[in-house]
């Protein structure tokens, strides 16, 4: 068992176009990513040979899932270790709390598994390095899981700007806000200690007794997730630098804190978030839970405003509130642009070796920007980005 166990670790099979393609999701929460790959299993020829979570009931639901989709019954794992030993896995989908994101990634990619990583792909700089520099070194497909900038509107806006269909684009803002903070409803959850590997969890953090909260609201708590300018802003600023063509900020500056539900958790329920790029725009990034109003995304640029809102429907565009004789014409629309979805891409990017839509210099550029937006939060300064260094600092 030990040899079987050595050998797929060290092999890492290139796919031929009738190979099936041995799957494994570790992390079978919410997330939903098991039921795209179950979309696409039959026209990528991709088989869920396995499932790992620290929750049991995740597990066998999850397992449920692949076998009521008709595909064969999976492994059930507990600890991803016990995954990337297994003999068939290919690949792994990693969907598990940011805390763990970069240890899984950096340990499936020296199994020699392609791999999607879910955002953010880091908390802190020192494991974005690590990981980023561990995917470089090998000649794994790693797909980071920003979804947005592979549905159809964001192509198409992307083509639009850089036809300089916006003109000088200046100023870009997204406010997303709801009435209660996104992991109460996680939190709701009834877990019992009995059905969890509660230290497989905690990973690197500090050892303390069961918390049910801790382990169902993870995404409410600073150690395993910094809020909502690491989650949702995430994929706001993945999106900016897909449709720009910029790779990371240059200043960013935050404030925010619990202002609406003080409990025990200690994600801020309220940020505000400010980057500035080199490409000359400006950036501004709004979380408050307590409202269900004011949510919006909008691009704005010398010719007009192209609203990204509804950002999985056609954007719109309009001259309104110019005067220029160029600005964008009255009912105006943006030219529709086809996409491949984010987790099919990566499924052909594994038969292809081509780099995905999101590969590993993406997941460096959004967590960059979220860990210079938490790292402002916390000291309450300006904090800077030096590319050549690969470091932040005050400034």
């Not at 801790?214 to 900016?240: C, K, N, V």
């Not at 978030?273 to 501004?284: N, P, S």
């Not at 990034?285 to 004011?294: I, R, V």
């Not at 909008?298 to 565009?317: L, Q, S």
Request: net charge positive; glycine share 8%; with cysteine.
């Amino acid at each position: 068992m030990v040899g079987a166990s050595l050998t797929a670790l060290q092999s890492g099979r290139v796919m031929g176009a009738n190979d099936r393609i041995g799957v494994a999701v570790i992390g079978c929460g919410g997330r939903g990513l098991l039921g795209e790959v179950l979309q696409f299993s039959k026209e990528s020829n991709v088989e869920v040979v396995a499932l790992c979570d620290t929750w049991k009931q995740h597990r066998e639901t999850a397992s449920d899932k692949v076998k009521k989709s008709g595909a064969a019954e999976p492994k059930l794992f507990v600890h991803y270790q016990e995954v990337l030993a297994s003999p068939g896995v290919d690949a792994v989908l990693i969907s598990t709390p940011d805390h763990q994101h970069c240890t899984q990634l950096s340990a499936a990619v020296k199994a020699k598994k392609d791999v999607y990583v879910e955002k953010p792909l880091a908390m802190d700089m020192k494991e974005l390095l690590s990981a980023v520099d561990t995917v470089k070194r090998s000649d794994r497909i790693v797909q980071c899981g920003t979804q947005v900038r592979s549905w159809a509107p964001s192509a198409a806006g992307r083509a639009f700007v850089s036809s300089g269909g916006l003109g000088k684009l200046f100023k870009i803002e997204q406010s997303r806000n709801g009435l209660h903070p996104y992991w109460d409803g996680e939190a709701a959850r009834k877990v019992a200690e009995a059905d969890v590997d509660w230290k497989a969890f905690l990973m690197n953090r500090r050892y303390r007794p069961w918390n049910a909260d801790q382990y169902a609201g993870w995404m409410g708590y600073r150690e395993f997730s910094r809020g909502p300018h690491t989650q949702f802003m995430a994929h706001f600023i993945d999106l900016i630098h897909f449709v720009t063509g910029a790779s990371y900020p240059d200043r960013v500056i935050a404030m925010g804190g619990t202002f609406r539900w003080k409990d025990a958790r200690t994600a801020p329920d309220s940020i505000e978030v400010v980057l500035e790029y080199k490409e000359g725009f400006l950036v501004r990034y709004n979380s408050t839970f307590g409202t269900n109003t004011n949510s919006f995304l909008k691009f704005f640029g010398t010719r007009g405003a192209m609203d990204a809102t509804r950002w999985n429907d056609p954007w719109v565009i309009s001259g309104e509130g110019l005067t220029d004789p160029d600005r964008i014409a009255a009912g105006a629309k943006i030219p529709e642009m086809p996409s491949t979805p984010h987790m099919k891409n990566w499924f052909d990017c594994m038969r292809s070796r081509q780099q995905p839509a999101a590969p590993i210099e993406t997941g460096y550029g959004h967590s960059v920007a979220c860990i210079m937006a938490d790292e402002s939060f916390l000291r309450g300064r300006r904090m800077v980005h030096d590319p050549a260094k690969r470091s932040i600092h005050e400034g």
